[in-house]
């Protein structure tokens, strides 16, 4: 399962339960999110209990609208109480290390890995 | 209308000499018609910039390319999508300070927008704690599917997880429309 935009890809792996982003999340409006949106909820599906992780590694970039985008889904899969999630971010990317620490604001018991 | 001014708009004075500077005039419509170009502007402000840099270490310039590029893409983005539509101007106009990096966007826009927007920096001024404005903003949206369709937080992830220095200036052109310009202050050590 795959969302290709103009600079980035997201990809979900049932193997690993995992969704990979990649490239330049820089899209016009939350709205313009919704595709990225749907791939997250059909991947939280499948995952049934496992957690599912989300692996930000390779995202260049997010901007404010993308921000909004994951944190709804965040906050929505809090409030359900499913699927448990796992974020992994890397050093070596300036927002990652900044920013990824907001979505576990919204949800405390959400691990967060920095590689 | 005289101008009003929020936040550390003028953090570095006008009259100090930068060591590099570029201007761009362009008009909303043809960021918002092609919107990859704020994000090729973006990356091209601050190659431009942080090429200085390259005797550093290749990840510190990489990480302070990466950091400019975050920054005005946030600003381009605003000012592409809140400009009025008809006959308005972009204006960026970028100054870099030793380590000290001005970017400035002007646009000009509606009375609405820049009355929601002055609100909007109003109650941010009020609160110390950007973590706790975040949260109730994001929390606000889950609640009202009107308003998650407006991001709203870009500012404040600038100047909460960025450590950006941000100043808004409200003014009037000639024919007595309102003038919103944004300047983020970025200091370009250890981003």
């Not at chain 1, 692996?55 to 404010?64: G, I, P, Q, R």
């Not at chain 2, 106009?93 to 001005?102: A, E, G, Y």
Request: hydrophobic content about 45%.
């Amino acid at each position: 399962m795959e969302v290709r935009e103009t600079e980035a890809v997201v990809r979900f792996s049932p193997e690993t339960a995992t969704v990979y982003f990649s490239g330049a999340l820089r899209l016009a409006n939350v709205k313009a999110y919704d595709n990225v949106a749907k791939l997250l909820h059909a991947a939280a599906a499948q995952v049934g209990e496992q957690p599912l992780v989300l692996d930000f590694k390779e995202l260049k970039f997010l901007n404010s609208s993308g921000i909004t985008a994951l944190s709804l889904f965040v906050v929505g899969a809090r409030k359900a109480g499913k699927p448990q999630l796992k974020l992994v971010g890397s050093k070596a990317t300036a927002w990652q290390q900044k920013s990824l620490a907001n979505f576990q604001m919204l949800w405390k018991e959400v691990p967060l890995v920095i590689e | 209308m005289s101008n009003k001014i929020y936040g550390d708009f003028d953090f570095v004075p006008d009259v100090l000499v930068p060591e590099a500077q570029l201007a761009l005039t362009l008009s909303p419509s043809e960021l918002t018609a092609h919107w990859q170009r704020c994000g090729l502007l973006s990356d091209f402000v601050a190659g431009y910039i942080s090429t200085v840099y390259s005797g550093d270490h290749r990840d510190a310039m990489s990480s302070i390319d990466t950091a400019i590029s975050t920054v005005f893409q946030e600003l381009i983005e605003n000012a592409a999508k809140f400009s009025r539509k008809r006959e308005a101007q972009i204006n960026v106009r970028i100054k870099h300070f030793s380590r000290v990096l001005m970017l400035e966007v002007e646009n000009g826009t509606t009375p609405a927008f820049a009355q929601r927007f002055e609100e909007y920096l109003r109650a941010m001024q009020e609160r110390a704690d950007l973590d706790a404005v975040y949260l109730q903003i994001l929390e606000a949206k889950i609640e009202n599917a009107a308003a998650a369709q407006r991001s709203g937080i870009g500012l404040l992830v600038l100047r909460k997880d960025h450590a950006v220095r941000v100043g808004v200036r409200f003014s009037e052109d000639e024919q007595g429309r309102p003038t919103v310009t944004v300047r983020a202050f970025q200091t370009l050590e250890g981003v």
